[in-house]
């Protein structure tokens, strides 16, 4: 049986090689069942040299040795181009460059059967979910989704993705001690989804792949193989 393909779409201050590092134990446990596929934002953040990035936000980073600058799919700041997920705010910078770089990925090297996100990256992937639904990008065509660590955006402007509960199959995965995304906010997307799977699991901000997971995650993913 071939592996679904799904394209990945890395967290806030990541890049397609350092996510993929960091999901090295997730491609290892489902290495039957799934084939990733990265991509990078296109919006580079810059962080200031004093910047302190908190302890268990180092899953947010690059990894050492990634020679990609840090990228964001959209910034809740303008003036600062930067990102917070719990900052309201009336409009965003950069998301229609960010769904022209997916739409442009999937051209390239789909087809993909699903998507998967990890923190703001899951946020922007229930955007695409529903920019799909809406047959707004033609180009996505998505069987099932991955939110790792999701949440609402904060943002005016986005509230038209949730409008109505999401079709598409989606497996939502969040820590109880994320301390970057606290569960409650991952919990709030939930409703934006019908009927959508749960895997909570009692670590951080990471994507879990621990033996433990791996029922849930196989269980999930059989339904489209």
Known sequence: ????????????????????????????????????????????????????????????????????????????????????AQQRCEASLGLDESISAVREAVKAQGPFDGVLGFSQGAAFVAMLCSLQEQKLELELDFRFSILVAGFRSACEEHQKFYDAPLQIPSLHVFGLEDRVIPDSMSRDLLPSFQDPQVLIHPGGHFVPAAAAHRQTYQDFLKQFQ
């Not at 806030?12 to 990265?38: D, H, I």
Request: charged share 25%; aromatic share 8%; with cysteine.
């Open 1 to 84: 049986m071939a592996p679904l393909r799904v394209l990945c779409i890395h967290g806030y201050r990541q890049n397609g090689s350092s996510f993929r590092e960091k999901t090295g134990a997730l491609r290892k446990l489902l290495k039957k069942q799934l084939e990733l596929v990265y991509v990078t934002a296109p919006l580079t953040v810059q962080t200031a040299a004093t910047e302190e990035v908190p302890n268990e936000e180092n899953n947010s980073v690059p990894a050492p040795g990634g020679n990609e600058e840090p990228r964001g799919w959209w910034f809740s700041d303008i003036q600062a181009r930067s990102f917070n």
